[in-house]
């Protein structure tokens, strides 16, 4: 299964980054706003992918979290019956409410798309109440997830689909033995996030997104090493058709694929299709 990226794709670049709220004693994912054309394509790529991912999906009932503002949320709600988004920052479903259930010129309320205010650790919800589960960037941000996946497994039915994705531990920058994102509380290998899952589900696929081609891995560690060593961030002088061109001929850039890794490919973030 492959997707790529569409070059119509446009950041949301009204809203900006900000910091994510805390609750319940733990922190929940980024709230996406304003970030760079390419690291939405990402995101955006992620829930293509989940339309493949998802068997049949017109009709069926969604539940995607964590959701931030909703943009994916409401991607899937314009392919499927009904869609739920949650996530714990207030402010995020706030937004999300007034940019997609409320009139907003042109833009006609989305009926079939709800936006709530809830901890992925204790969902609300009544048990086999989604016929899929999504779940992007959200298992590392929480310091219980496997927890987090038993909530999904509760209320996920029997025969339901749940694609998750998180960031590849053994890519991803380190600071003093600790995730480099400041916002994540851990990271995992595909063994770990294997580990995780296969206690809840009896099928689980992995994907990859971002992958190191084959024989790159050399030129990521160098271009590692600089990153640590430019204390002082000077690398944002260098304009960025240069930096995307180093990224292109590191990485397959943005598809969602098998990965090859027999052939020492790697990715910068795993996907799993849990059934």
């Given at each position: 299964m492959t997707l790529n990226g569409s070059a119509g794709d446009a950041a949301p670049a009204h809203e900006e980054l900000r910091k994510p709220p805390e609750a319940g004693g733990h922190i929940e994912r980024i709230e996406f706003m304003g970030q760079s054309r390419d690291t939405y394509r990402e995101h955006m790529v992620r829930?293509?992918?989940a339309l493949d991912?998802?068997?049949?999906?017109?009709?069926?009932?969604v539940l995607d979290v964590p959701c931030g503002i909703g943009y994916g949320s409401a991607m899937l709600a314009r392919k499927t019956g009904e869609v739920v988004g949650v996530d714990i920052s207030e402010e995020a479903i706030a937004k999300g409410r007034e940019k997609y259930l409320e009139q907003n010129g042109q833009r006609k309320p989305?009926?079939?798309l709800q936006l709530?205010?809830?901890?992925?650790?204790s969902l609300t919800f009544p048990d086999a109440s989604f016929d899929a589960v999504v779940s992007f960037e959200g298992v590392e941000h929480v310091p219980d997830p496997r927890r987090m996946i038993a909530e999904v497994r509760r209320v996920l039915k029997p025969d339901g689909v749940f694609v998750v994705s998180t960031p590849n531990r053994e890519v991803t920058r380190k600071r003093d033995g600790r995730p480099d994102n400041p916002y994540h509380v851990q990271e995992f290998t595909k063994t770990e996030l294997e580990e995780m899952l296969s206690p809840q589900f009896t099928h689980v696929d992995f994907y990859g997104q971002q992958i190191i081609k084959s024989g790159s891995e050399w030129k990521r560690r160098i271009i590692e090493g600089v990153k640590t060593l430019d204390v002082f961030d000077l690398r944002r002088f260098i304009p960025e058709p240069a930096r995307k061109a180093v990224r292109q001929d590191i990485y397959t850039y943005g598809e969602i694929r098998r990965v090859l890794e027999s052939e020492g490919e790697r990715p910068s973030v795993w996907v799993a299709v849990c059934s």
């Open positions: 829930y293509r992918f991912a998802i068997p049949n999906l017109e009709g069926k009932r989305m009926s079939n709530l205010k809830m901890d992925a650790l």
